[in-house]
């Protein structure tokens, strides 16, 4: 089993749309969650960070994280073609290194 | 810009060659990390080096994979003895510090193609 599980899609939604994008988890010692947006041909760009439960906001981003049920979710509210791209959660520990799920990929259809 | 920089872009090596992949971090970060991104899987951690610490190398593959960093500036990874399954984007990133999580901000990667 993997550490971080996350459905790699692809997801098409119409322009306008909230979007939902989950990661599930094992290791009960991550503390630190992340969502990271890759445009094709790109580096990983840091959107969310959240530390422990709970939730953020962030205009139209929004992370969750319930440490109960290891499941995190970022939801994206009138989501645009621009943020058409493959969406990668991260999680770690105290350690160094982060842990990623797949990516999924959205394509948010005009 | 002042962001991490990758060289080369691409790269189109024969099986048993050996490359040599250059990263440049953020002028001032100290930490700086090594992943591999294969098709279509996440990012897998390889090595990381925190300022003059010993570099954590735990996620290093095989003795073939090496990395070097001098001070808190330029890293090299080198792969030796290539293999078809080494083709994958390798992936740089720099951070201020000992992150505690506020993130990682990666180039753009080295695409490595191993024929």
């Known amino acids: 089993q993997k550490e971080v599980e996350q459905d790699p899609g692809p997801l098409s939604v119409p322009e306008g749309a909230i979007v939902s994008l989950n990661c599930t988890y094992s290791n009960s010692a991550f503390q630190y969650f992340m969502w990271y947006r890759q445009y094709s041909r790109k580096g990983p760009e840091l959107l969310m960070y959240?530390?422990?439960?709970g939730n953020k906001e962030d205009g139209r981003f929004t992370a969750q994280v319930d440490k109960s049920s290891k499941y995190i979710s970022l939801f994206i509210r009138d989501s645009q073609p621009s943020d058409s791209a493959t969406y990668l959660c991260?999680?770690?520990?105290?350690?160094?290194?982060?842990?990623f799920g797949t990516g999924t990929r959205l394509t948010v259809i005009p | 810009g002042a962001g991490v920089s990758q060289s080369p872009s691409n790269k189109v090596t024969e099986k048993g060659k050996d490359v040599e992949l250059r990263c440049d971090p953020i002028s001032g970060h100290t930490a700086l990390y090594w992943y591999r991104q294969r098709l279509g899987q996440g990012l897998e951690f390889l090595i990381y080096?925190?300022?003059?610490?010993?570099?954590?190398k735990s996620g290093l593959p095989s003795d073939r994979f090496s990395a070097e960093r001098t001070g808190e500036s330029v890293s090299t990874l080198t792969i030796q003895r290539t293999q078809q399954e080494d083709s994958a984007v390798y992936l740089c990133?720099?951070?201020?510090?000992?992150?505690?999580?506020?993130?990682?901000?990666f180039g753009p990667g080295t695409r490595l193609t191993v024929l």
């Open positions: 991260a999680m770690k520990t105290g350690a160094n290194n982060l842990f």
């Open positions: 080096f925190q300022g003059n610490s010993a570099p954590d």
């Open positions: 959240t530390y422990s439960s």
């Open positions: 990133a720099s951070s201020p510090g000992r992150t505690t999580g506020r993130g990682q901000f």
